[in-house]
């Protein structure tokens, strides 16, 4: 499997889950879902993602940890990190940032712009 072409997810929601599959198969993209925040880390690690996918307002999911284990882990801080949030939660945006967040957009222009967002972290990380 080509790596550079796997995208790393980190998203509990099956709506957003399967818009964001929808919208990357065509543009030839794998999805692998990571289960929880400590498995994101070693899930990065063994698949060198082109990218990692995080839905920052996923309380199932706890995003900021899962950013936390990629960024703080020297071998993964350089895979890109996409996520969205609610446009609102002004302290969780500042939280992603703070923790080192590539690009973060609201729920809406994510969901418009799903595979260009993506293909523009990517392209900045290389």
């Given at each position: 499997?080509?790596?550079?072409?796997?995208?790393?997810?980190?998203?509990?929601?099956?709506?957003?889950?399967?818009k964001i599959r929808d919208a990357f198969r065509p543009a030839g993209y794998t999805l692998k879902r990571a289960a929880s925040p400590d498995a994101i880390?070693?899930?990065?690690?063994?698949?060198?993602?082109?990218?990692?996918?995080?839905?920052?307002?996923?309380?199932?999911?706890?995003?900021?940890?899962?950013?936390?284990?990629?960024?703080?882990?020297?071998?993964?801080?350089?895979?890109?990190?996409?996520?969205?949030?609610?446009?609102?939660?002004?302290?969780?945006?500042?939280?992603?940032?703070?923790?080192?967040?590539?690009?973060?957009?609201?729920?809406?222009?994510?969901?418009?712009?799903?595979?260009?967002?993506?293909?523009?972290?990517?392209?900045?990380?290389?």
């Amino acid at each position: 499997m080509d790596d550079r072409k796997t995208v790393l997810v980190g998203v509990t929601d099956i709506f957003f889950y399967t818009k964001i599959r929808d919208a990357f198969r065509p543009a030839g993209y794998t999805l692998k879902r990571a289960a929880s925040p400590d498995a994101i880390a070693g899930q990065a690690t063994a698949l060198a993602p082109a990218a990692i996918v995080l839905n920052m307002n996923d309380h199932g999911f706890n995003a900021p940890d899962a950013l936390k284990a990629v960024k703080g882990d020297p071998a993964c801080q350089r895979i890109p990190v996409l996520a969205f949030a609610n446009h609102e939660e002004v302290d969780m945006w500042r939280q992603a940032k703070a923790l080192g967040i590539d690009k973060i957009v609201s729920r809406n222009e994510f969901s418009a712009r799903t595979l260009p967002l993506l293909e523009e972290v990517i392209n900045r990380a290389d």
